[in-house]
């Protein structure tokens, strides 16, 4: 890798790819000064446009003919197909059987075949491979590859162009993201510290790097299927080894408090791989305090089918939701007495669920489960409080 292949694919990308702004955030971390790189607003909604389309950009004419074949979970494989079409090439993109919707459409649209195979990227790439012996055409590769890593390392240079004296770098880690991004980095501003992040169910290269040699998980456990991979490639381990400074995880929960944070402060989408860089400023997974700080965000391709579940689990984790079972004597106005010192203390009853069948329970009691919308945390607590305070016991 050097910095003249990420300026030619800078020139490579001038129209073809968007430069995305850098947008302030100041409630992200009230004690960094935050930015978000809007890679979610890129074209195909996600940075992988970049990569994909310097590498065949840079195919020659035998080649082309050939057409091209990707595995993907989605992402690489629009930047794929919107390449390979404006380019004028075949392509044939393996996706994993489970990758959201709206990802698979947006590829057919984009004119590639789509091949869905069971399982996870790592078994999409197999399948990929497999083809490609079988047809001759060229592979994509999604990170492990010098081209499609200057691609993306284009965003680096983009980063301190806009913001030339940032102190961090938070970044998603599937691969030739955070390596194009940190090698442009380093190379132009080495003083900046660069921070990978997975999530916690998928932590391939932490530990990959953590025992000095690439390692192989026997399994992911992730709604961030753009970063759900099993094992890092070589190239992007060994740039990652070098040029990254730190290596930290977000549980699935705090990815749904970024994505709900980015969707209520800023108006902006970002799918589960592309928050986990906003979750890592948000639950301080470095120090960053007092320092000028960029989180990428990597892309915004999120299926609408899940996207509520994310939100409530974003609010569920903020205290802004939550569930008191109560246990009470089974009589008139009881509810009518609990749904009162809710109201006085300014939360809202969203649903009831009365039960008389609990077994260990007083013949004569039921339990209430009452779903509230609260302020925060500390407010579902005082309303616990209160609760507790007007002789009712909490069982949950």
């Known amino acids: 890798m050097t910095l003249d292949k990420i300026y030619q694919a800078a020139f490579t990308l001038k129209d073809a790819a968007r430069k995305t702004d850098l947008i302030k955030a100041p409630l992200i971390n009230p004690e960094s000064d935050v930015y978000l790189k809007a890679e979610n607003l890129q074209v195909t909604g996600s940075f992988k446009l970049r990569g994909a389309y310097n590498k065949i950009s840079r195919l020659t004419p035998e080649e082309r003919e050939r057409g091209v074949i990707a595995c993907s979970a989605g992402n690489h494989a629009q930047g794929v197909a919107l390449a390979a079409a404006k380019n004028g090439i075949r392509a044939l993109i393996c996706i994993p059987d489970g990758a959201p919707i709206s990802k698979v459409e947006a590829t057919r649209s984009y004119g590639a075949e789509v091949r869905l195979v069971p399982g996870v990227y790592d078994d999409a790439y197999r399948e990929a491979c497999r083809l490609q012996k079988e047809s001759g055409a060229v592979f994509i590769h999604p990170f492990d590859d010098e081209d499609v890593i200057a691609g993306q390392g284009t965003i680096g240079l983009e980063i301190l162009e806009q913001l030339p004296d940032a102190d961090a770098v938070f970044v998603p880690v599937g691969g030739g993201l955070i390596s194009g991004v940190a090698y442009a980095i380093k190379a132009l501003r080495p003083e900046c510290k660069v921070y990978g992040v997975q999530a916690a169910g998928a932590p391939s290269m932490v530990r990959s790097l953590r025992d000095k040699k690439i390692e192989t998980l026997s399994g992911v456990n992730t709604f961030a299927d753009g970063i759900a991979v099993k094992c890092p490639g070589k190239l992007t381990y060994d740039l990652c080894s070098k040029y990254v400074d730190k290596m930290v995880t977000v549980t699935d929960d705090e990815i749904a408090t970024a994505i709900l944070a980015l969707i209520e402060q800023h108006k902006m989408i970002a799918e589960g791989a592309g928050a986990v860089s906003v979750a890592a400023a948000m639950f301080n997974k470095a120090d960053i305090k007092g320092k000028k700080t960029v989180c990428l965000v990597s892309g915004g391709n999120i299926d609408v089918t899940i996207l509520s579940r994310v939100i409530n689990r974003g609010l569920i984790k903020e205290g802004r939701q939550g569930r008191l079972t109560i246990e009470l004597i089974d009589r008139p106005g009881e509810l009518r007495e609990v749904s009162s010192i809710i109201a006085k203390l300014g939360g809202n009853v969203i649903s009831v ?44």
């Open 353 to 396: 669920r009365h039960d008389r069948s609990g077994e260990e329970s007083d013949i004569t009691a039921c339990t209430l489960s009452i779903g509230v919308e609260t302020r925060n945390r500390a407010h579902l607590n005082e309303i616990r409080d209160a609760i507790i305070k007007a002789g009712y016991r909490i069982v949950a």
